[in-house]
DNA sequence: CGCAAGATTGAAACGTATCAAGTTGGGTGG
DNA sequence: CCACCCAACTTGATACGTTTCAATCTTGCG
């Protein structure tokens, strides 16, 4: 595949930034540590592992593996990937900052995805033997991570209900609208981010061919709702995107992602 | 909508195996109670109920009802319906005995589905309160807890396998053959079964029109895969049947559900 | 500059939804 | 017991959207 690093990368290595504790991390709302006390947080900091800098296209894990560890992005982007009998690929999620990977081994206690960088990125790491214990003896620790994990399951919903019965541009309406959200929730605008993921990736994602991404995308440039030049994406016209997306647009908007 | 308790349906209520506890139950091994050791096992005896039978179309919740317990069906079968922004439903998943119901609240702590029942039913009802702080003093259950609902996690996942990139009949003969093997797993016939539901739940689980599942079965009847009279389905033609749903069929047939 | 991968655009073929009749079977009431 | 009814299911004809195949265009990168 693609170089392990790439050489016109060069990593923008912040060790400070990487040494800080959950306590000072700017996702730890967003993350496993929402809403528990600042013992449990302690307790919580000692068995979170920060990971080197992982590269593009590199795998946290791949199917097959057992599972040791939970990961979680602090910045870049992941997918996770399941393999269907006839050699298939299918997206079954994407993974921006703070949001969980690797639940898809809780069942089996063996991945059945391969979670695959779609960037450079840092990641968080942790076991899940240490979590569990601590999370026993920490109710609110423990509650926070069947939270998390129910959450997960609500993003797969989310999924399904994406696919199914909804044609081609409603799903596509529905990602970028998504996408935005969740740009938003890390405090990045919602109105204008890069993709970091290939047409190909949307589309199996969405489960359409990508020239009917690409169509989508160029329809919805004529009709002034979003511009399009690459992976750049403007949302030009927001409250046209979500009627399209079927969305309601309350000045709250909930709490809400696409990628499981 | 129907009768709460039709009067051709005398309840065949046999308290003695409804007293029953999970130490007895023949689902033991395939419910929350795998796998766990005696001293355990009545701990998690202690805090479910048994609930009085369930009558066809009743709902164990509703949506937005708070998260109180999970149920399991001792016989009888339900299915979990979601309702979109548009109010159309969305069959989330079928369950069949010894499968979790109520998984789907466990983000937001309120339901986001509804579970109806599709036949009468003998449910049991674990109040998911006692059972986490049982689960924190009982390791094993813990991890099977985590496990279960990881199970869950990964059918929901089959799920949108069965959706993506798969068409009508591939859809159909893949939704019979799980189904069948979720039967043979509770002791039941894998090659003749009554379907519980209608061909418009059917239809909606998959993400098709009622009329292409009805097409759907007559043609694999037409090629002698399978015969249909109304709700009963025989399979005639296991290898045929599995080589359409494109599922390798060796001797031990990996466990696996369709509905979550 | 020039290649290769990714993205866009076009035309035709296919599969499924939709609309519209029929058909069957279980339940009800005369 | 039969006629009727209604809901569930089946079957047929047409319309639509998406996939597919193919060609062209763009972009990043060596």
Known sequence: MAPWRAMSDPIPLDLAHLRKSCAHCSLQQLCLPAGIDADELRRLDEIVKLRRPTQRNERLFRIADPLVSLYIARDGAFKTVSISEQGEEQIVGFHLPGELIGLDALGQGVHRCEAIALTNANVCEVPLAQLTSVAAQLPRLQQ?????????????????????????????????????????????????????????DIANYLGLALETVSRGFTRLQEDGVISVHGRLIGISDRPHLNRLAHVEEPAATPLRRIGG
């Open 144 to 200: 926070q991570l069947l939270r998390v994990i129910g959450q997960g399951m609500g993003l797969d919903q989310d999924h399904l209900n994406m696919l199914v019965k909804r044609q081609a541009n409603e799903r596509i309406a529905l990602f970028l609208h998504g996408l935005g959200e969740r740009y938003q929730l890390i405090g990045q605008s919602a109105l204008q981010f890069k993709l970091p993921m290939s047409r190909e």
